[in-house]
């Protein structure tokens, strides 16, 4: 309770929980995107199955279709990822630190993430745009490119937004250690991650026993 009493009065804690709202919008539905796309991939992969095998005819552009569709769901949901702390990284160190030690520490990752994001984001613009004027193609369906192109920036635009609130969330923290962590994943110790493991392994056999037990 005093995390709560104590958050309200950190400057800024308002504006990042309206920031983490809105931007998690986007992340979620440029997930959604990128699981529609997957599904269909998976539906498109078994009609040109049943395509080949019974009528012997494969569907048009099936490997163009393909390889400009696997951008999607490789890119759309990577800033969804970021917010929940879903990408691997080394965290033996991490997870012995406590307090400003720890902020100070994933204020400066975020900082290194943020420059690699930039860059990739200028040039993955200025590939988009070249292949916007030159009319880029495939080779084989000669299928427009620039669409497909065009996912990148958009995917690490939002990926920079994501790291830029978590800069401002992590130097909140490092500035104000008792205050209530928002907008970051907060890293469980490995006690924690064990308790919940068997916490939901006893639910699941619970659930199970329960399922057994019904009258049928």
């Known amino acids: ?58 569907l048009w552009g099936y490997v163009d279709i393909v390889e400009i569709v696997m951008v999607t769901f490789a890119f759309l949901g990577i800033s969804y990822c970021q917010r929940l702390g879903g990408h691997i990284r080394m965290e033996l160190l991490v997870r012995q630190l406590r307090g400003r030690a720890l902020w100070i520490f994933e204020i400066l990752g975020i900082i290194v993430a943020l420059g690699i994001i930039l860059v990739l984001l200028w040039y993955g613009f200025t590939h988009f745009l070249r292949a916007f004027q030159l009319g880029d193609s495939t080779i084989d369906r000669e299928i427009i490119l620039w669409p497909a192109k065009l996912v990148i920036p958009i995917a690490f635009s939002v990926l920079s937004a994501r790291l830029l609130i978590q800069f401002f969330a992590y130097t909140r923290l490092a ?21 919940h493991e068997i916490e939901g392994a006893i639910g699941d056999a619970a659930g199970d026993d329960n399922d057994q037990g019904a009258p049928r």
């Open 1 to 58: 309770m005093e995390a709560n009493s104590n958050s309200g009065q950190v400057p800024f804690t308002s504006a990042l929980k309206v920031a983490d709202r809105w931007l998690a919008r986007i992340e979620d539905i440029l997930d959604l995107v990128a699981a529609f796309f997957i599904v269909f991939l998976m539906m498109f992969a078994v009609a040109q199955v049943i395509s080949r095998k019974l009528f012997n005819y494969p």
């Open 175 to 195: 500035l104000h250690p008792e205050a209530e962590p928002i907008a970051i994943p907060v890293i469980e110790k490995f006690e924690e991650l064990a308790q």
